[in-house]
């Protein structure tokens, strides 16, 4: 019993010290280094939704979409987001129980599309943005050429699967000016969980 209490000790020792030390082994790294292993880690559409009274988008003093109560999503795209990462995102906001069951008055209980309320889309590629110093860098967001087609079926999919009236978006590239009124408040965010994020889990 002697024997191992002194072969693990040095284990111990070794664990603590590795565990001590590890935030500053890893400010040691080269910079590019840690980026690129900040950008791997992270790979998934993301989308804040906010549960509202009301909201719009305005472009140029012209106001371009406008809903009542229901859903306001600002989508985030990923570099290496694909198809399922955009079914995933829609069938999760569409099916989120935000909203309060008025017949039996219990929370959190219906969804969007349950209370027949509307979803107000907003591209905002800033989501996937972090400081380079003080500056914003946004190089794991998806390049616009490919982002705008990629965005425009997002919102497709969204048409398709509830009431195409009942979803608005903006204007992909313009400079919005994005109003609304939050109830609750109830913000919540919400990445996609497409089969690459689940083999990173796994690794991880």
């Known amino acids: 019993m002697q024997f191992q209490t002194q072969s693990l000790w040095p284990c111990r020792f070794v664990c603590v010290c590795l565990g001590n030390n590890y935030n500053r082994i890893r400010t040691t790294l080269p910079n590019n280094k840690r980026k690129i292993s900040k950008a791997l880690r992270v790979r998934a559409m993301r989308a804040v939704v906010q549960r509202v009274d009301s909201a719009s988008v305005e472009v140029e003093g012209r106001t371009v979409s406008e809903i009542g109560p229901g859903l306001l999503v600002l989508v985030g795209i ?14 999760k906001v569409l099916n989120m129980r935000l909203f309060s069951n008025e017949d039996t008055a219990k929370a959190w209980d219906h969804s969007v599309m349950q209370k027949n309320y509307q979803v107000l889309l907003v591209s905002q590629f800033t989501l ?9 860098d946004f190089h794991v967001a998806m390049a616009p050429q490919r982002a705008k087609p990629f965005y425009a079926s997002l919102v497709d999919r969204f048409r398709n699967a509830y009431n195409a009236d009942a979803i608005k978006d903006g204007i992909f590239g313009a400079k919005m000016k994005v109003s609304l009124v939050n109830d609750g408040p109830v913000t919540m965010q919400l990445d996609s969980q497409s089969p690459k994020n689940t083999v990173d889990a796994a690794e991880s």
Not at 80 to 91: G, K, M
Not at 128 to 136: A, V
């Open 128 to 136: 996937y943005g972090f400081l380079k110093g003080n500056k914003p």
């Open 78 to 91: 990923h570099d290496s987001d694909s198809d399922a990462d955009a079914d995933y995102i829609c069938r």
